[in-house]
């Protein structure tokens, strides 16, 4: 259901066909290679399925989807743009100037998402991230992020607020989330050497500036900080052990992405993915490594914590993570929904449509009608689009399916 677009979905390909054959703006010869696979966006937002009915139940905090998985994390899109062009999400060929952005009235603004928030919270959500998009981008960010952390979890605990952020505002911006009541943020950065990074973002963004924006966090009293980097093998996999090293021993959890077929737009090619166990066996011929067990049920990083001489995981040096989403997938504990800038319910991170919550909303549904909304929609979900990844029509290598909404819509 979730990777299949409909028939009806009206498509930006006649003009991404013709920005296939134009030149590409950057100079840089991975881009053009790049741009010479990028594929015609599809635009999966136009069209909404409809929200089954669903009797109008007291939310429990106990849900369960059609394989038994409960629902805890919400994922917020708070914006469709950004001030990259990481060329794995938002390659500039597609996202240029001429990309139709969503009009402001079109998104969910910050009393209808705290409405929406305390309804899956009541359905069992204790975690709530922020995304995008670039999240800092939204105007008034902390004012959202205060009015979320009036919210309780059924247990009656404050739900756990996190951000995930490129780093760019975040020097501007840490003091006034932390003050508003963030409680962790995670800083994405594909690598330390200023040209990788720079190539990287594809917008020419100087990675001191995120360096910057990770020491004012840390200042201003995020603890736990994490940073995400996605590999590319061809791209930044000789980052992987100087940002290992950077971090190590700073109390900064280091987590590196595997590069994934996300979103139709990416060119993604499996041959560019490096393989996690790969990657650990790189960082442990340099550094010792100790497999440590999951912090929390659902986690997606596979933990490893630095070893002292003896041996042991050695606290004080900290940890690193691996999400193996292409190589090892997660999708049995996975307990994650996504509302999307304009306020859609995506049960997969490859979801090619979502239920438009939105229209309840604004349609005049009471806390009862979303609430049974919610309900019905996440007791319908059989969503395990990893690992079926090999099996579907459209395996890696071949393309990506037909409407496969992007990353920077639904949310990392
Ligand atoms: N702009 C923010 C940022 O970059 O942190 C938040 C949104 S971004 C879509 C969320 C996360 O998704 C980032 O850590 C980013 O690196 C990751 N991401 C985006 N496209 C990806 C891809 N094709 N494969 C793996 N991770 C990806
Ligand atoms: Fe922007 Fe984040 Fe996507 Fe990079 S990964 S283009 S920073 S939304
Ligand atoms: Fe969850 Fe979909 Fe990712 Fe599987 S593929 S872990 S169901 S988001």
């Avoid at 690598?191 to 100087?206: E, K």
């Avoid at 200042?219 to 052990?241: C, D, Q, T, Y």
């Avoid at 040096?317 to 996504?338: K, M």
């Amino acid at each position: 259901m979730a990777h299949a677009a409909s028939e009806n979905v009206p498509t930006f390909q006649a003009r991404g066909a013709l920005r296939q054959r134009k030149a590409p703006t950057g100079g840089v010869r991975q881009n053009r290679a790049m741009a010479e696979r990028v594929i015609p966006l599809v635009d999966a937002r136009v069209a909404a399925l409809a929200v089954p009915a669903g009797r109008a139940a007291p939310a429990s905090g106990h849900l369960a989807d059609t394989l038994g998985r409960p629902l805890r994390d919400l994922r917020i899109s708070v914006t469709d743009r950004c001030n990259f062009r990481c060329n794995y999400c938002m390659p500039k060929e597609v996202f240029d100037k001429e990309h139709a952005y969503l009009p402001h009235a079109a998104l969910l603004r910050f009393e209808e998402i705290t409405r929406l928030a305390r309804v899956f919270l009541a359905h069992g959500v204790r975690k709530i991230r922020l995304t995008g998009g670039e999240p800092l981008l939204r105007k008034d960010i902390e004012e959202l992020v205060a009015q979320l952390a009036t919210l309780r979890t059924v247990d009656g605990s404050a739900p756990e607020l996190t951000l995930t952020t490129n780093g760019s505002l975040l020097a501007r911006k840490a003091h006034a989330l932390k003050a508003a009541g963030l409680d962790r943020v995670t800083v994405s950065l594909d690598g330390l050497d200023d040209a990788v990074f720079r190539r990287m973002n594809d917008v020419d963004f100087p990675v001191a500036d995120v360096l910057a924006g990770i020491d004012t966090a840390r200042a201003a009293g995020f603890k736990g900080l994490k940073v995400n980097m996605v590999v590319k093998r061809g791209s930044n996999e000789h980052e992987i052990l100087p940002m290992a090293r950077h971090f190590r021993g700073t109390g900064t959890t280091l987590r590196f992405i595997e590069y994934m077929d996300v979103g139709a737009t990416n060119g993604w090619r499996m041959d560019e993915v490096l393989p996690s166990r790969e990657l650990v066996a790189r960082l442990r011929a340099e550094l010792p490594l100790v497999p440590l067990a999951p912090s929390a049920p659902g986690e997606t990083a596979e933990r490893w914590g630095y070893a002292d001489a003896s041996g042991r995981y050695d606290p004080r040096l900290g940890e690193i993570g691996v999400i193996s989403s292409v190589t090892q997938a997660f999708c049995g504990a996975c307990n994650r929904a996504r509302l999307s800038t304009e306020g859609r319910m995506y049960l997969c991170l490859f979801a090619g449509q979502g239920y438009d919550l939105r229209a309840l909303l604004r349609g005049g549904a009471d806390d009862a009608a979303l609430s049974a909304a919610v309900a019905a929609i996440w007791q319908g979900r059989a969503d395990r689009y990893s690992e079926l990844r090999a099996s579907l029509p459209s395996a890696p290598g071949e393309g990506p399916p037909r409407g496969r909404v992007e990353m920077s819509y639904i949310g990392g």
